[in-house]
Nanobody, 115 residues
Framework: QVQLVESGGGLVQTGGSLRLSCATS????????MGWYRQVLGKERELVAS???????IYADFVKGRFTISRDSSRNTVYLQMNSLKPEDTAHYYC?????????WGQGTQVTVSS
């Protein structure tokens, strides 16, 4: 069973920073594209950022210049550094691993940005 374990969410003021972490097994980490999605109640889940095993990244337009995704192969962990947070970044953030048609999800972690 694939496990993605997220941590690092919480409450922060506008302009603040948080770092999310997602740990998984080595086999999943090495062979899958790792990413972060977010979802607000009543809305569809949306991609925030993703990173391949080779380090190539994709960012949603709404986080470019503010968020950075990275991966640590020694820890089988992917990170999402979130800076200059805005109230509209408030959401449940999910770690994702995918390869071909297979997608795996963590339980998610809540990020709340107060104005």
């Amino acid at each position: 069973q694939v496990q993605l374990v997220e941590s690092g969410g919480g409450l922060v003021q506008t302009g603040g920073s948080l770092r999310l972490s997602c740990a998984t097994s080595g086999s999943i980490f090495r062979t899958n594209v790792m990413g972060w999605y977010r979802q607000v109640l009543g809305k569809e889940r949306e991609l925030v950022a993703s990173i391949t095993s080779g380090g190539s990244t994709i960012y949603a337009d709404f986080v470019k210049g503010r968020f950075t995704i990275s991966r640590d192969s020694s820890r089988n962990t992917v990170y999402l550094q979130m800076n200059s947070l805005k109230p509209e970044d408030t959401a449940h953030y999910y770690c994702n691993a995918h390869r071909l048609i297979y997608h795996y999800w963590g339980q998610g972690t809540q990020v709340t940005v107060s104005s």
